[in-house]
T-cell receptor
Framework: AQTVTQSQPEMSVQEAETVTLSCTYDTSENNYYLFWYKQPPSRQMILVIRQEAYKQQNATENRFSVNFQKAAKSFSLKISDSQLGDTAMYFCAFGGGATNKLIFGTGTLLAVQP | KAGVTQTPRYLIKTRGQQVTLSCSPISGHRSVSWYQQTPGQGLQFLFEYFSETQRNKGNFPGRFSGRQFSNSRSEMNVSTLELGDSALYLC??????????????FGPGTRLTVL
């Protein structure tokens, strides 16, 4: 069975600084996807970035980038130039195997301080 | 293109009642999945529907059921509500094509409170 672990329940960062959120996962699948979702106080779950496991190049989306270490089963999210609007709960998620379901971590609550 | 929509956004029910939640996926998306989010259990997969058929089911009692219509809209139903069913219910849709597996787009959720 797949598992996703986020070991940082809460983090804080100053506006304009860089922060890295950690995620590890466990799977026996060879083909899978990894995702970071953002859930602000509005509770809307927003897709931030995704990574296909077969791609060696780390995904980037504007200020968001990942460090995907397949052998170590690690998938961290780096947020550069943090903005107040980045304040949210961030979930790491795994998608793979025969089902279409996503397995989520427990989330990291990120607070961006002015 | 419009996003995933869910109705209603908020519901208050009492124990023993039943409730039906609705989800309209992004146009063209044929897969709809439902998740329950609670502070204690986090995000848990309920079930997925594709082409009007339930494809996968999570570890929830039979009181939780769903269906999908020919236009891909989906409903989930919870019968004999319990206090523990209070949660945010999230619907997600996906294209489920070979080049874009597992990517899901979420609606705003329905907040269910059971009194």
């Amino acid at each position: 069975a797949q598992t996703v672990t986020q070991s940082q329940p809460e983090m804080s960062v100053q506006e304009a600084e860089t922060v890295t959120l950690s995620c590890t996962y466990d799977t026996s699948e060879n083909n899978y996807y990894l995702f970071w979702y953002k859930q602000p106080p509005s509770r809307q779950m927003i897709l931030v970035i995704r990574q296909e496991a077969y791609k060696q190049q780390n995904a980037t989306e504007n200020r968001f980038s990942v460090n995907f270490q397949k052998a170590a089963k690690s998938f961290s999210l780096k947020i550069s130039d943090s903005q107040l609007g980045d304040t949210a709960m961030y979930f790491c998620a795994f998608g793979g195997g025969a089902t279409n379901k996503l397995i989520f971590g427990t989330g990291t609550l990120l607070a961006v301080q002015p | 293109k419009a996003g995933v929509t869910q109705t209603p956004r908020y519901l208050i029910k009492t124990r023993g009642q039943q409730v039906t939640l609705s989800c309209s996926p992004i146009s063209g998306h044929r897969s709809v999945s439902w998740y329950q989010q609670t502070p204690g259990q986090g995000l848990q997969f309920l079930f997925e529907y594709f082409s009007e058929t339930q494809r996968n089911k999570g570890n929830f009692p039979g009181r939780f059921s769903g269906r999908q219509f020919s236009n891909s809209r989906s409903e989930m139903n919870v019968s004999t509500l319990e206090l523990g069913d209070s949660a945010l219910y999230l619907c997600a849709s996906s294209l489920k094509r070979a080049t874009d597996l597992y990517t899901q787009y979420f609606g705003p959720g329905t907040r269910l409170t059971v009194l």
